[in-house]
C-alpha cells in the first residue's frame, strides 16, 4: 500500500461535481436525489459519448441536484458517508491501447483528461498529437508535486506507463530542474524540464514550447499529476484515491499550510474557522494565477490544489463588463504572459472579440487559467478567461 502524508486531513461532510468543470458533456445522470453511491462510481456519463464517466469522489448520499437556465447541470451534490465502502475495479490485463483505455473511461479518470484547443474531454476515439502530464507547479505557495509523488512513486510511475499505451503519441513528462519524477525508461516518456518563473507549470506553457498547434489543426491532451496518481492507485490497488491535496493561503488565512482534502470538497467546510472576518476574495489558484470563484460556486472544482483567500475592501465589487476599459500597455504584461505569446496584441484581439486574430496569436493553446494573471495586472479591468472563452467558443463552433 501507499505511503502516507504527514498533513492534516480535513473533514468535510459535503462535496459536489461541478457542470462547469466537464466542458462539451451534455451529462446524462445515472443518480437521483437521496441515491447512495460509491466512490468510484459512475453517477453521470456524457449522453452524446456514454462511454465516458464520471465517478463519485466519495461515498455518500446524492442531496441535491441544482440545475440552471434551460435544465443545464450547475451542481450533483453529496453528502459524504464513509461508512459506504469504495467501488472496487480490476486492473486491466492487457496492455493493449483499447484495454488501457477502457480501463479510464470505466474508472472515470478520463475525465481528467483535457484538450487543447478548448479544455474539453477528450473524444475516446480520438487521438493526441502529444499528451501532457504536469508534474510541476510554479504557483506561489503551491502544494510542491515532489513532496507527493514520492509518496505515492509507485502509483505515479504505473500511471505513466498506462498513459504511454493509451497512445502513439509522444508522452511529455513536465517537471521542474530540481526534481524529475519516478518513470520507466520502458515507457518512451519524455522528460521536459520547465524553469519559466510562476508560469512553469501551466500546461498552455508546455504545449506551445513543444507540440505547438495553432495552425496544424490537431489537439493535444493533457493531465495533472494529483490525478496520474489518482489513476495509479487504481491500477495498483482497485480502489479510487480518496484525497487530494490543497493549499490554503492568502492574507485573510489565519493558518496558510497544505491539507488532505477530498476532491469537490465543500468550501465553506474548508474555511470555517480559517479566515479572518470582513469581506473576503476567495481565488481558485494562487494570488498571481488564481481566478476568482464564481459566486454561486460552493465546491472545489475537478483538478483545483490551491485555495488563495484575501481582504477585500468593503468598496471593492467585481466589474460586471468583461471587457470595457481601456488597455495601456506596459513591461510588466510581457513578464506576466506565457511565454512565445504577445500579450498586448492579444489582449486587444480578445477585447474587440477578434477570433481569427486572437488565433493567430496563440489562442488555441490557451484556456482561462493562463489569462488569469494579465485580468489582475490590466489597468482596463477586462477579464481575458472570460473573453478568451467567448473566442474559442467562436472558434470550436466555426470547426
Not at 453511491?37 to 442531496?63: K, N, Q
Not at 485555495?307 to 506596459?330: F, H, N, Q, S
Request: hydrophobic share 45%; charged share 20%.
Amino acid at each position: 500500500m501507499p505511503g502516507s502524508l504527514d498533513l492534516e486531513t480535513r473533514k468535510v461532510t459535503r462535496l459536489a461535481l461541478l457542470g462547469s468543470d466537464y466542458r462539451g458533456v451534455n451529462p446524462e445522470l445515472l443518480c437521483q436525489a437521496g441515491d447512495e453511491v460509491r466512490a468510484g462510481s459512475a453517477v453521470m456519463r456524457d449522453a452524446r459519448r456514454p462511454e465516458i464517466r464520471v465517478a463519485a469522489p466519495r461515498s455518500g448520499i446524492v442531496s441535491k441536484i441544482e440545475r440552471g437556465p434551460r435544465r443545464k447541470l450547475v451542481a450533483l451534490h453529496i453528502d459524504v458517508d464513509d461508512t459506504l465502502a469504495a467501488s472496487e475495479f480490476i486492473p486491466p490485463a492487457s496492455r493493449e491501447k483499447e484495454a488501457q483505455r477502457e480501463f479510464l473511461l470505466e474508472t472515470g479518470i478520463w475525465s481528467s483528461l483535457r484538450t487543447r484547443p478548448f479544455g474539453n474531454i477528450p473524444d475516446p476515439a480520438a487521438e493526441p498529437a502529444a499528451i501532457f502530464i504536469t508534474a510541476l507547479d510554479a504557483e506561489p505557495l503551491a502544494p510542491q508535486p515532489a513532496l507527493i509523488i514520492e509518496v505515492f512513486a509507485l502509483e505515479f510511475r504505473a500511471a505513466v506507463n498506462a498513459l504511454a499505451r493509451i497512445s502513439s503519441a509522444p508522452l511529455y513528462l513536465c517537471h521542474a530542474p530540481d526534481y524529475k519524477p519516478p518513470f520507466d525508461a520502458a515507457s518512451g516518456a519524455i522528460s521536459a524540464v520547465f524553469d519559466e518563473g510562476h508560469s512553469a507549470g501551466l500546461p498552455g506553457v508546455h504545449i506551445q514550447a513543444l507540440c505547438p498547434i495553432g495552425f496544424a489543426g490537431g489537439e493535444v491532451w493533457h493531465i495533472g499529476y494529483q490525478e496520474v496518481i489518482a489513476l495509479g492507485h487504481l491500477l495498483l490497488h482497485g480502489k479510487p484515491w480518496l484525497q487530494r491535496v490543497l493549499s490554503l493561503g492568502g492574507d485573510a488565512v489565519n493558518n496558510p499550510r497544505l491539507l488532505q482534502v477530498c476532491a469537490g470538497a465543500a468550501i465553506d467546510d474548508l474555511l470555517t474557522g480559517e479566515v479572518c472576518g470582513g469581506p473576503l476574495q476567495v481565488r481558485a489558484g494562487s494570488a498571481i494565477y488564481g481566478q476568482p470563484l464564481d459566486p454561486g460556486q460552493a465546491c472545489l472544482a475537478a483538478g483545483q490544489r490551491q485555495l488563495t483567500v484575501m481582504k477585500r475592501a468593503a468598496a471593492e465589487t467585481p466589474d460586471e463588463d468583461p471587457g470595457a476599459g481601456a488597455l495601456i500597455p506596459g513591461d510588466w504584461l510581457e513578464a506576466l504572459a506565457p511565454p512565445g505569446i504577445f500579450p498586448v496584441p492579444l489582449m486587444r484581439a480578445l477585447q474587440l472579440g477578434d477570433a481569427e486574430r486572437a488565433r493567430e496569436l496563440g489562442a488555441l493553446e490557451l484556456v482561462e487559467e493562463d489569462l488569469a494573471a494579465l485580468s489582475s495586472a490590466c489597468v482596463s479591468n477586462s477579464d481575458y478567461g472570460l473573453l478568451l472563452r467567448r473566442v474559442l467558443d467562436q472558434l470550436e463552433a466555426a470547426r
